[in-house]
């Protein structure tokens, strides 16, 4: 037997095997105890904290508990950790040179959470992207557009950037615009507008809505009308009152342009 | 509960397959009893706001989108339907602005839209609840961003008894105003949280709630709401027909002024 296979074959050893054996163990227990303790640690915050809490608090304490039974895993494979630690540290400085975008998704990550513009389950708007916030992860916001994609969005580009975040306040107001032939009369036209908002249930009666005359051109008029609806309606109210002043106008005569 | 009449409330005993009407406001509400089912059917015409058609044969309940089915194995036939308030707090809007002098008080008699709703089982659970006419949902607050989502209603604001015109889908509200500042007191809108108030009924069929006291206290930017405890007195012979849909915390709440009287100013940029 050559010396390079005495020497493999004594790494296996009696007493080897026991460690490899007692450190899976203890990672693998460790692991379910993560699991666990996690999902028990959730359930009794659950009631006081929301969504995202929730899930960074799972993660935190999995993570802690997972990392902990690593290392004692090594410790009973006989790796000395002070060293370990050590080559660790000049390991992070390597790694932090070659991935300072991931780094910087983490720390503005970190900014997110603190300063939370938006929870899990908001609707928000990032550049052209509207969508349902899924999660506020390690390094980048997952959202759900409303055709139903998924969308991943790197913290540092969040943090840059402006965002809207259309579910902050229980009422919006719908602007809606229209562009009218300059032969109609102005109060005629605010009269019916007002009789439409008046006619859809979800129109809020107050804050009143509102008419203003945007501008005038030779042979037209350009209009806004703004009523106020609960967020949720937003959409539905949309498209419905545009549809009422369709026909409420096509039945008086009035001409869009 | 004992039952007065006239009145379109109370236990109604159903034959199998029967069919019957409620007309009530603009509401009219046809209920049948079928088999191992009951099937309501709604829908909303023109007002009328005095008279009432209660338990009136009608054609049996077809399908449609404004039909409710409930499917229950018991073979009761009998039904509960009752009034209730709404299940928000209702923003009366005097017909005009209202002015109350320093150190003076005034009672206002106003009026709230009703909801009907619907009983079966036993023990008895509410399967319907639907507003008898719908009211628009309306933003009472300082600002945009802080305020709560009510029900809007007009109401003539009465400021004498025998000046109330009761209507049978709306509940009449006794509230005092008391101005204890030393500035005039102006109201244009008014916050009546009826989802924590009582309902009760008078012998000629009018509706009526508990009495509400709002007190504007001398900073002029806080008013002790106080709910009272029992019938208006100054309403002879009303019974209690059912409690609030939701408790309030104690009969004493403080609230800031412009959370209960107040205006929104509609931004248009």
């Known amino acids: 037997m050559s010396e390079m296979q005495q020497a493999v074959l004594g790494l296996f050893t009696g007493e080897r095997i026991l460690a490899l054996v007692r450190a899976a163990l203890i990672l693998g227990i460790g692991l379910v105890i993560a699991r666990i303790a996690s999902g028990a640690v959730v359930r009794v915050v659950q009631r006081y904290a929301d969504a995202q809490q929730n899930m960074v608090l799972r993660r935190a304490v999995y993570y802690v508990i997972a990392a902990l039974a690593a290392f004692s895993a090594l410790n009973e494979l006989g790796f000395q950790l002070g060293v370990l630690l050590g080559a660790a540290g000049i390991l992070t400085v390597a790694i932090g040179f070659a991935s300072q975008t991931s780094a910087s998704n983490v720390i503005s990550g970190l900014f997110l959470l603190g300063e939370r513009p938006f929870v899990v389950g908001d609707v928000i708007k990032i550049g052209n992207t509207t969508g349902e916030v899924l999660s506020v992860d390690l390094l980048s916001v997952k959202l759900r557009t409303f055709d139903n994609l998924y969308v991943r969005i790197p913290n540092e580009t969040v943090v840059k950037s402006e965002l809207a975040n259309l579910s902050h306040f229980p009422i919006r107001r719908l602007d809606l615009e229209l562009k009218l032939s300059g032969d109609e009369e102005v109060a005629d036209v605010r009269g019916l507008l007002r009789e439409i908002a008046e006619a859809e249930p979800h129109c809020l009666a107050e804050p009143t809505p509102a008419f203003t005359l945007l501008g005038l051109a030779e042979a037209s008029m350009h209009v806004q009308f703004s009523v106020w609806v609960r967020r949720e309606h937003y959409p539905e109210v949309k498209n419905a009152l545009y549809q009422s002043i369709k026909r409420a106008f096509d039945a008086k005569g009035i001409r869009l342009l | ?269």
Do not use: K
């Open chain 2, 1 to 269: 509960m004992s039952i007065t009449s006239p009145s379109w409330w109370g236990t109604f005993e159903f034959v199998q397959g029967e069919a019957r009407r409620w007309s009530i406001g603009p509401l009219r509400m046809t209920l049948q009893r079928c088999t191992n089912e009951w099937r309501v059917c709604h829908e909303r015409v023109g007002r009328s706001d005095h008279a009432f058609e209660v338990g009136a044969s009608a054609p049996a309940v077809g399908s449609g989108e404004n039909v409710a089915r409930f499917l229950t194995r018991e073979l009761a036939n009998t039904v509960r339907v009752l009034p209730a308030l709404a299940d928000r707090a209702v923003i009366v809007r005097p017909d005009t602005a209202l002015y109350i002098l320093p150190r003076q008080e005034l009672t206002l008699y106003l009026a709230s839209p009703l909801w009907l709703c619907l009983e079966l089982g036993v023990p008895a659970s509410t399967v319907w609840d639907h507003p008898i006419e719908l009211p628009s949902e309306i933003w009472f607050g300082r600002a945009t961003r802080e305020g709560e989502l009510g029900y809007a209603s007009r109401s003539h604001a009465s400021a004498a008894l025998h000046d109330v015109v009761p209507l049978p889908h709306r509940a009449t509200t006794p509230v005092l105003l008391r101005n204890r500042s030393s500035a005039l007191l102006t109201i244009d809108r008014i916050n009546l949280p009826v989802a924590v108030l009582s309902l009760y009924a008078a012998p000629g069929g009018q509706l009526w709630t508990q009495g509400v006291t709002m007190e504007l206290q001398e900073d002029q930017r806080t008013v002790a709401l106080h709910l009272d405890r029992h019938a208006p007195a100054s309403v002879p012979g009303l019974e209690w027909l059912r409690g609030p849909r939701a408790g309030a915390e104690s009969n004493l709440l403080v609230r800031a002024w412009d959370a209960l009287i107040s205006t929104v100013r509609s931004e248009v940029i």
